[in-house]
Every structure is written in C-alpha cells, then in structure tokens.
C-alpha cells in the first residue's frame, strides 16, 4: 500500500517535472512562442479589420442610357438609390463603358436600349442589360441583386397602371400584381455580413493550425538537441509513458485553455459577430476539440526531424482545411473522397460544432455527431501519440 | 562569374536532391493543392443543395409548388417537418440550407384573393449555399404568385404574350462576362491555387538560404561565390526558380489548356505572369531573410505575409469595400498584384496596359533583394544558427 502511495506521488512529481520543463521550453523558445502566443493573439484582430465592414455597398457601375426617358432615368435613379449600387458615369456606348471596366473603374454596366420606354408604352416586353465583371462574386451579387429589386419595384407600379381597367379597387390592384406574398428571412447571419460568416470559422482553425506549428517546433527542436535525435532525452529517469504525453500535454492545455477563451469570446464580441452559445456548451465541445487538437499534434510531431520542416507542411494546410469544413464551398457538394480526408482532422469537426453552437444558437445535443467525431479523434490520437512516444523513448533508452 | 553561379546552381541541385522536403515543397504538395481544388470545386456551381419543407396547407396547389422547387438543379427538397422549430433545428444540424414555410389556409386565400404570405428561411452563415438556396426559393415564390395572375388572366382571354408582358414588363438581361455559368471552380481555383504556389515559394526561399547557417555550410556556399552575395544568392536560386516556374506553368497548363478556364487574354499575359509570380514570390523571400537573418523569423514571417495575402488578394471580398488603410496595405502582397492582372489581362481579356501599375509593383517586389544583399553577405560569414 505504501509503495503504491509512493509510486503515485513520484509519477506526480515526474508529470509536474515535465510538465514545468514543457512550460519553461515554451517562454523561452521565441518560435513557439511566436506561434502559440503573438499569432493566435494578433491575428484574429488582424483578419477582422480586414472584414470589418462586412459587407459590400455602394458598388461602382456605368449606365448606358440611350433612351434617355422618364422611365429610363427612374430606373437608374433608384438603382443609384439602392444601398448597393453607386451609379458613377454615365456613358453614350457600350464601348466606352468596357473601358472603364478594364481601368477597374466600374465593376458593372446598366445598358438602357433607346426603345425601352416605347416598348412599354406599347405595352410590350422590354430589357435592361446588366454586364458584371465575374472576377468578384460580391460585385456581381450586388449588381445583379438591386437590377433585379428595382426592376421588380417598377414592374409592379407598371403592372397597376394596366391593371386599373380590370381592377376596381387599390387592394385588388395590389392582389392582381402579387398574388402570393412572401418574406425572406435570412437566419443566424441576418446582415450577411461576410466576416461574420467566414471568421468564426478561421478563428478555431487558428487554434489548431497553431498548435500544430507550436507542438512541432518544440519537438523539432527537442530531437535537435537530444542526442541520438531522438524526441524524448534519456538523461531522466522518468521516462513512464504517461508522465510524458500526460506532461506535455498538460502543458499545452493550460496556455490554450486561456487562447481558446480569448479566441470563442473575446474576439467575437470585440467584433460583434453573432455570438449565442451557452458558456457550458461552449466548454462542452472546445475540451475535446482541444484534446485532439493537442495529441494530434503531438502524434504528428514525432515525424518532424527539424524544426523549421514543420511551417512547411503545415502552414498551407489551413487553407486546404478551412475548405473542408463546408464553410465556403457548402459540405453537401463536398466529394466523397475529399469527406473522408476532413474526418481525419480536429478542425473539421470543431468548426461544425462551434458555427452551430456560436453562429446558430444550437446546444451541445444538435452537435452530438461532431461531438462524438472529436471523442473519438481524441482517443485515437492519443492511442496513437502513446505508440510513437514509446518508440522514442525504447530507442532513447537503448 | 557564370561558371560561379552554374557551379553553385549544381550543387544546389545536389542539396535539393539530398533532401525530402524539397521534393514534397516544391513539387508533391503544389500538386496536390491544384488537386484538391480543382476536383473539391469540380462541379463549379454547388447541385441538389438539401432543403426542406414545412407544408401546414398541404393542398395540390403547395405540392405542386414543392415538386417544382425539387426540379430545379440546384436545390433538392430533402425533408418535411410539422413545424418551424423542427426545420430550425434541421437547419442547426446542417442538414439543411434553407426551408420553406407554407402556413395554413394558402390556397384558400389564394382562391379568395386574400393575398396570403409564405416565407422561406435560409442559413446565413454557409454564405454559398444560404444564397443559392435563396434564389430558388424566391424564383418558387414568384413563380407561384405569376401562375395565379396567369389564370386569372387567361380567364379574362389575354394571349400568352400579353400576359407575358403583363407578369414582367422590364426583364433583366444578364450578362456574367466571362464567367457566364458562375462556375466557383474558376473564380476561386483562379486565386487561391495561385496563392498556395506561392506560399510554398515564400516558405522555400528563406528555408533554403537559412539552412546554410544551420547546417554550417554558410561560409563553404560563399567561398563558391568569392564571397559576392549577388552571385552566391543567384546560383542558389537559379534551380530553384527552375522548378518552381515549371510546376508553376503545369498549373496554369492544366487549368487553361486542360480544364478551359476562360482566358481570353490568351497566352501572352498568362506566361509573363507566371513568371513574374514565380520571382517576385522568390524575391520576397529574400528580402524577408535579409531583413531578419534568422531562419525561424523570416520564415515565421513570411507565413504570416502569405496567409494574410489570401484576404487581401480581394478576390473573396474585394479590397474597395475594406478600410482605407487596409486598401494601402494591400499593395504589399505580391498575390494582390497577381490577382489584379489575372483579373483584368487574363479573365477580361484587356491588354497589359490595363494593369501597368501592378506590372510595375510586381517589379519592384523583384527588385527589394537588392537592398539586404550586403545583410545577407554579413550574416552568412558572421552568423551563428539560433534554433
């Protein structure tokens, strides 16, 4: 019994050991401290500066108007009105409006044929070309989008001067014109604010991504100095298993415990995105998030020979990942393949569950798949981290 | 001076060959990258995006409105729940976009004339696939609200035509230049494939000059060069430039000749400004490692530089609507200036005066090494690695 006692408090002691050494290694190597204090500090400020503004308003565009009549002037009038569209030359040719467009003047051309009142005076069809510049997708959604609202505006006022022979009342007017009411509701992001769609995802991304970088320069340079290159140094005797995965990864826990706060709440509130998850499911889902996150890193960290080897290789995955998790390119239309491949990272999942939890005010139960996803990245990983460190250490030993 | 730097090029060579990291920097992951985008984007516009239906009327007149929503090609009605909060919670799930909210007594009101309301929610945080979902279910809406019009002004013994007119008297007559299917797979593999090329080039660059400190063969590589930095730094790079510029233009191969991206600047603009990405990017490099010679700083540097060019490019969100400050900065990134010709040389097809100004900043990126030549001299033959 005594010696039981002893043994759990000298295996105490060693996991404090190394986890102090971890601690130590981590203040006083500038590299990881670069990556696991400055960048996820500074960075999440930097990007949503960037993104600030959220939107795009008051998109340029050059009209084209060559009918130059009450309706044709009313149409641009209140394309210009729109919060989206800023009308900001006039031109007399087609021509002359595709040369602003290559001088990036304009990123769109409203084109008013010289028959367009005529045609509805007589009471036929007419059209208004819209000419977007594709290279930007939020241009054109802009462009398109108020052509589209003011055409509709105008169709409905054009509708009731023609409909006033067969109508005998204003309701019946508006009846005869639209039939079917309807109301669009965009949910969870009701500015479609950009930033406000992309950052929170980048946000737990940098979590993972710098913890990659961090646990990888640590372990490159441990290999470094250690002789034999191996990963764990022999001149301990504590070399148990679990006291040095169990140290280390204390160690990055602690510091990430605090960035991960920082990272879900502080920054989202500085920047007013939306924000709505319950501080417990909040907890709930970033504990095994983290967990994988670390003995992911760990795992990987074992195949890094030197330090600098490490950026390489993971600095350009977090693009790669932040398209796999179904934020841009939606999840449904991701392939197969490409699926399975995102399973095998923390992010995947953690970006799930956090936009369902932050962004749409879900509880922990409507992410229970991704929550049981990082469970089970997390006893694999750790499973797997085991396997490698104790190579090391059998080699170390030797 | 030419033997110099070929000699120091061959043994660059040797030292690429000796290590694995150049092989997967500069060849197996660039390729990867052109692979996953171009398949994951494979299908350009996002098909069948899962939708679902909450139907309180349940009459013909709503089912057909449904079966309607199904055929189109880019939303699929997947599901049907009693009320709001099930879809919502749907929705929460990710098993859905977007859902579609028929209360009760519909096409009563509609046979009335009581213009009755429906209304469709969609996710706003999944930006692509909440506004495409949307545009569906706005096109269903409409549709629904004209067939009404339409029978009643049948009835009333109007001609197709008349009623044609009537429903829509101005019609929107789109043109999306260039790109007229909307397809993703140009619009982002254009942009971000490019930025990752040159990622690996920022990342390689100061790798391979700073490993000659830390392998201590520092001194030996300037000896090679008679201790002339613009020699030593020349050969070192001249191997390099070579496979990067060839993994380079088999990207631009692919995505122009063999996947058809639209480039109706054709060829010209599109080799120059390979090559001048290709440079500048090494030029960068450079330039980062002189300023700090230490390999762990420039190269954490250079990382930052490359994953902030992503956003600062303007391509997902342009760099106009950003704040006056930021727009001054963005002239710093060599991928903005890419992007900026792509842009308007390659994908709108004006010529290369167009984009002069960002010729000229694409220049002057290659030129920046000029300034930390003598650094780089000093710190080679007076340096220690620091890990």
Same mark, same amino acid.
């Given at each position: 019994m005594k010696n039981l006692w002893m043994r759990v408090k000298e295996a105490i002691n060693d996991l404090a050991t190394i986890w102090a050494d971890e601690m130590k290694m981590c203040i006083k190597d500038e590299g990881v401290l670069i990556f696991f204090i400055l960048v996820p500090l500074a960075y999440p400020l930097l990007y949503s500066w960037i993104y600030n503004n959220e939107v795009v308003r008051e998109v340029p565009v050059a009209v084209v108007d060559l009918n130059h009549s009450t309706l044709s002037r009313e149409f641009i009038r209140k394309c210009d009105a729109s919060p989206d569209v800023n009308v900001t030359y006039h031109c007399n040719s087609l021509a002359e409006a595709r040369e602003l467009m290559g001088r990036q003047e304009v990123y769109g051309v409203l084109y008013l044929p010289s028959d367009f009142e005529q045609l509805l005076n007589r009471g036929e069809q007419a059209s208004v070309g819209v000419y977007c510049d594709m290279s930007l997708m939020l241009t054109y959604k802009a462009i398109y989008m108020t052509a589209m609202t003011v055409s509709s505006a105008m169709n409905s006022d054009i509708q009731i001067q023609n409909s006033s022979l067969t109508a005998t009342t204003q309701r019946d007017e508006e009846i005869t014109t639209k039939p079917l009411d309807f109301e669009e509701v965009p949910i969870f992001n009701p500015t479609s604010g950009y930033g406000n769609a992309v950052l929170p995802a980048v946000l737990v991304i940098i979590i993972q991504q710098t913890l990659l970088l961090g646990i990888g320069l640590s372990a490159g340079t441990a290999r470094e100095k250690n002789r034999f290159k191996s990963l764990v140094? &022999? *001149?301990?005797? *504590?070399? /148990?298993? =679990?006291?040095? &995965?169990?140290? *280390?990864?204390?160690?990055? =826990?602690?510091i990430y415990a605090v960035l991960t706060a920082y990272l879900t709440l502080v920054v989202p509130k500085i920047f007013s995105f939306t924000t709505i998850a319950s501080g417990r499911d909040l907890l709930g889902l970033m504990f095994p998030y983290l967990l994988s996150c670390i003995f992911f890193g760990m795992f990987l960290s074992c195949l890094i020979r030197y330090r600098e080897n490490v950026m390489l290789i993971v600095v350009f995955t977090s693009l790669i990942l932040l398209f796999m998790t179904g934020v841009s390119w939606p999840e449904s239309n991701i392939p197969g393949f490409w699926q399975g491949v995102s399973w095998l990272f923390p992010s995947t999942f953690g970006v799930?569950? =956090?936009?369902?939890?932050?962004?749409?005010? /879900?509880g922990l139960e409507t992410v229970e798949p991704e929550y049981a996803a990082l469970w089970i990245q997390t006893v694999v990983y750790f499973l797997a981290t085991c396997i490698v460190y104790q190579v090391q250490i059998n080699r170390a030993s030797k | 001076m030419i033997r110099k730097i070929l000699h120091i090029a061959a043994r660059e060579c040797r030292l690429m060959y000796g290590n694995t990291i150049y092989l997967f920097c500069m060849v197996l992951l660039p390729v990867f990258t052109v692979v996953f985008f171009t398949s994951l984007l494979g299908d350009g516009q996002p098909t069948e995006l899962p939708v679902g239906i909450v139907d309180l009327d349940n009459t013909a007149t709503t089912r057909n409105m449904i079966r309607n929503l199904d055929g189109f090609q880019t939303t699929r009605v997947v599901a049907h729940y009693s009320t709001a909060n099930e879809a919502r919670l749907a929705m929460q799930k990710g098993e859905i976009y977007a859902f579609l909210y028929i209360p009760k007594g519909t096409t009563e009101g509609l046979m009335s004339s009581k213009q009755p309301k429906v209304s469709f929610y969609y996710n706003g945080v999944v930006m692509l696939a909440g506004s495409t979902t949307m545009r569906d279910l706005k096109t269903i809406c409409t549709l629904g609200s004209a067939a009404v019009g339409k029978t009643k002004l049948e009835m009333l013994g109007k001609t197709e035509s008349e009623i044609m007119t009537f429903l829509q008297p101005i019609k929107i007559d789109l043109h999306m230049l260039n790109n007229p299917w909307a397809n993703y797979n140009v619009y982002l593999s254009a942009s971000m494939i490019p930025g990752l090329l040159m990622l690996f080039i920022y990342l390689l660059t100061p790798?391979?000059?700073?490993?000659?400190?830390?392998?201590?063969?520092?001194? +030996?590589?300037? +000896?090679?060069?008679?201790?002339n930095p613009l020699i030593a730094i020349a050969g070192k790079m001249l191997p390099q430039t070579? @496979?990067?510029?060839? @993994?380079?233009?088999?990207?631009?191969?692919? @995505?122009y000749h063999i996947l058809q991206f639209p480039h109706p600047g054709g060829i010209w603009p599109i080799l120059f400004l390979g090559l001048m990405a290709v440079l500048s990017a090494q030029a960068f490099g450079i330039f980062c490692f002189g300023l700090m010679p230490s390999l762990r700083m420039s190269m954490s540097v250079c990382s930052l530089w490359a994953m902030l060019s992503f956003s600062l490019a303007g391509a997902t969100f342009p760099v106009f609507a950003m704040d006056t400050f930021i727009q001054g900065v963005s002239w710093l990134f060599p991928l903005r200036h890419y992007y900026q010709i792509y842009q308007i040389c390659i994908f709108n097809g004006f010529g290369m005066e167009y984009a002069w100004i960002n010729w000229v900043c694409m220049l002057c990126f290659m030129i920046l090494p000029v300034f930390v030549l003598r650094n780089i001299r000093r710190a080679m033959l007076e340096y220690k690695y620091i890990p």
């Open positions: 140094s &022999v *001149k301990e005797h *504590k070399n /148990g298993l =679990f006291r040095i &995965v169990g140290g *280390k990864a204390l160690c990055y =826990f602690m799930r569950g =956090f936009l369902t939890l932050s962004s749409m005010g /879900g | 790798y391979s000059i700073g490993t000659e400190l830390k392998f201590g063969r520092a001194k +030996e590589w300037m +000896e090679m060069a008679g201790n070579m @496979v990067h510029l060839i @993994v380079f233009y088999g990207f631009e191969f692919y @995505v």
